[in-house]
């Protein structure tokens, strides 16, 4: 009987195709009013001087949590991210990196006031898009697609991405990961308007707002100032999901 030892004294990892794992990083915040995603210039081939998210291999001893957080430090410039960072999915449909079979697990990142970004060794550029100048939406055969080519299948990340946000800002109290403490619930408002990208009556979505146990908190601290501020509340989910329907 082969033991477990035997088994894997035999083992050929060369027998298999190699191929590799990387993470891509859709990383928005909300700039001047509008909902942005740091992207950034390819300094080199493929896809020289075309756009990317920010990302990169995934090392040998470290995990895709790891590499993400590491990656993220590395792009936003700070050690301690302090906001929302999550898993959003795995691509790897054959071809899409034409280097050699790459496996990418792409996360989704949201925070306020993230700064300037410097472009690292690899990269000749970066900036803040506005997501609405990417074209998200055209879809069909033909479109004329507006703003920066995306490398890689970095259009489709963006769009997988963008819809989490927005969903996860209609069920969750996320939308307060996008405002820095203590915020007034005008600053609240119009980051679901710059995310959805729509109108929202304002008086109906405070309604709604403080009529949902555990969204936010009044700050105590900041006495009768008008407009009032408020901090995040204690629950994680929403438990009146309609803020954005009247």
Request: negative net charge; glycine residues 8%; contains cysteine.
């Amino acid at each position: 009987m082969t033991t477990e030892s035997d088994f894997l004294t035999a083992y050929v990892a060369g027998d298999f195709p190699p191929f590799a794992v990387t993470v891509d990083l859709a990383i928005f915040s909300i700039r001047d009013g509008a909902l942005t995603v740091l992207l950034v210039e390819r300094a080199g081939h493929p896809y020289q001087r075309d756009w990317a998210l920010p990302g990169g291999f995934v090392r040998a001893d470290e995990s895709v949590d790891a590499a993400a957080a590491r990656e993220l430090a590395e792009e936003t410039g700070l050690a301690d991210f302090g906001g929302h960072l999550e898993q959003l999915q795995t691509f790897g449909a054959p071809g899409r990196d034409p280097r050699m079979r790459v496996v990418s697990v792409a996360y989704v990142a949201f925070a306020p006031d993230l700064p300037t970004p410097v472009p690292g060794t690899d990269a000749a550029d970066a900036r803040w898009w506005a997501v609405d100048a990417l074209g998200l939406d055209a879809r069909a055969p033909g479109a004329v697609v507006p703003g920066p080519r995306l490398a890689f299948d970095h259009r489709e990340i963006l769009r997988v991405a963008l819809e989490r946000v927005r969903s996860k800002l209609e069920y969750s109290t996320l939308a307060t990961a996008f405002v820095t403490e203590p915020f007034t619930l005008g600053e609240l408002h119009a980051v679901y308007q710059a995310v959805w990208g729509a109108e929202i009556d304002l008086g109906n979505f405070r309604r709604k707002v403080l009529a949902s146990p555990g969204f936010v908190a009044r700050d105590e601290g900041a006495g009768k100032v008008r407009p009032a501020r408020y901090r995040r509340g204690q629950c994680s989910t929403v438990l009146n999901p309609s803020i954005l329907r009247p």
